[in-house]
């Protein structure tokens, strides 16, 4: 037998399979499935508007594809031969259809589906239940959907607006009205479905009180992907009740004037930077409260306060509150700033190691600083593992001297009914 002649038979048979070519291993090679993915980026569209809509289609074995579009209402033409353009004649009604978009290869089959709000543009007046959703565009020249001091614009319970302006901002010098209930929650949100939390944040300016007279009254409100939530300047006053402030570009809600800030039962989440913060070097605000909110997974603290209130003049509560997973810090407080500090939950905050309660820079120029920082859960009943979790950035050893923690609580308040006993501690000096 001549096996240099067969070695060389084996070999060529075996570039011919490698390259594709004719050989027969005697196995059938396993189809892979087409990919798909709906590509069309708007959450809404504007009724009696044709639109087109797209998805990219694949198949890695190079089958040729069979694609087929299916739309609750309205009708469907293709703009193309391979059918990844569709051109949809929206209908003359609001309400929301569902694309459906089946590829197959011969032999596998892909759907997707995607839901599209068909909506109203908005072009003034109230927003109504009724007209809902609603497209908001706004000028690049003038993003604003502007209220005049001594106006109220309402918006009903129930209603969806979606943003198409990237810089719009609800400018409020009067009085928004926006209650939605827990059935029938406001939504506001930038139009587009493609947006992540942490790294799309901040697509719309967002609610920005100002003048003498601004009033932001929100109740069961969703605020999605602004830049800040809300924003408060000059004399501008907010409350907020059920509100959901979530992937915001910068702080759920700022205050920088002198008006005041009610953040009730409201969530501050996923944001790039703190959940609340309020920072009014050149004045004061009247007074904060914080009670019964969720302040986490916020890349920067779940509460920022950089006030200068050496006479301890400002009514700051924070009480009942979940604070967990925060980057930074828990609650942090620059320059002289006195919040009375209750019955919340801290948890998990700090990346580089337990940071719950942070003092920037101790208290300078104040004599006898205490924060009153009793009755805390701090996620531990050990004296050392709660000291560790608040420091003060100029001196840990010395954080005792400025801030009254013990007694603390021995379980979670916001899940269980725990103990908050005095033994063994020692007040501010």
């Not at 068909?118 to 000028?139: D, H, K, M, N, Q």
């Not at 918006?155 to 409020?172: M, Q, R, W």
């Not at 601004?214 to 809300?230: I, K, N, P, R, T």
């Not at 205050?255 to 969530?267: F, H, K, N, T, V």
Request: net charge negative; aromatic share 6%; hydrophobic share 35%.
């Amino acid at each position: 037998m001549n096996w240099k002649r067969m070695l060389a038979g084996v070999g060529v048979l075996g570039m011919m399979a490698c390259g594709g070519g004719g050989g027969d291993s005697g196995t059938n090679p396993t189809n892979r499935a087409p990919e798909v993915a709906f590509t069309f980026a708007p959450l809404a569209t504007a009724k009696s508007v044709p639109v087109d809509l797209t998805i990219t289609a694949s198949d890695e074995d190079g089958d040729p594809l069979t694609i087929n579009w299916t739309v609750t209402r309205g009708t469907l033409t293709a703009q193309n031969s391979k059918k990844t353009i569709m051109r949809w004649t929206t209908p003359s009604t609001v309400g929301v259809d569902t694309v459906s978009v089946s590829v197959g290869d011969g032999t596998t089959t892909k759907k997707v589906t995607g839901q599209i709000h068909v909506g109203t543009p908005y072009v003034g007046g109230s927003f109504l239940a009724a007209s809902s959703p609603y497209i908001l565009t706004r000028s690049a020249v003038d993003p604003r959907v502007a209220i005049a001091e001594g106006a109220t614009l309402t918006i009903e319970a129930g209603t969806e607006i979606y943003v198409n302006t990237t810089s719009l901002f609800f400018d409020v010098n009067g009085t928004l009205n926006a209650h939605g209930t827990s059935d029938a929650p406001i939504i506001i949100r930038y139009n587009d479905r493609t947006l992540l939390c942490g790294t799309s944040s901040g697509a719309w300016a967002g609610i920005r009180g100002g003048g003498n007279t601004g009033v932001v009254d929100l109740e069961y409100v969703e605020l999605w992907y602004a830049q800040y939530g809300v924003r408060l300047k000059e004399e501008a006053v907010a409350n907020l009740q059920n509100v959901s402030v979530r992937c915001s570009g910068s702080a759920g809600a700022l205050i920088e004037g002198s008006g005041y800030l009610r953040a009730i039962d409201s969530e501050f989440t996923d944001g790039v930077g703190d959940g609340i913060s309020i920072t009014t070097q050149l004045t004061e605000p009247d007074s904060v409260r914080i009670n019964g909110c969720i302040l986490s997974f916020n890349n920067g603290s779940g509460i920022h306060m950089d006030l200068n209130d050496t006479n301890k003049s400002v009514p700051i509560f924070v009480d009942s509150n979940d604070i967990q997973f925060n980057s930074t810090h828990g609650i942090s407080l620059a320059h002289s700033v006195f919040p009375s500090i209750h019955n919340n939950n801290f948890q998990g905050n700090g990346t580089d190691g337990i940071s719950n309660l942070f003092l920037q820079g101790g208290y300078p120029g104040v004599a006898h600083p205490c924060l009153d920082a009793t009755c805390n859960f701090w996620g531990n009943t050990s004296q050392n593992a709660i000291d560790i979790g608040i420091w003060d950035s100029l001196d840990q050893n010395t954080v005792d001297t400025r801030v009254k923690s013990c007694p603390w609580l021995n379980s979670n308040p916001l899940t269980s009914t725990p103990n908050c006993s005095t033994a063994n501690c020692v007040s501010c000096p």
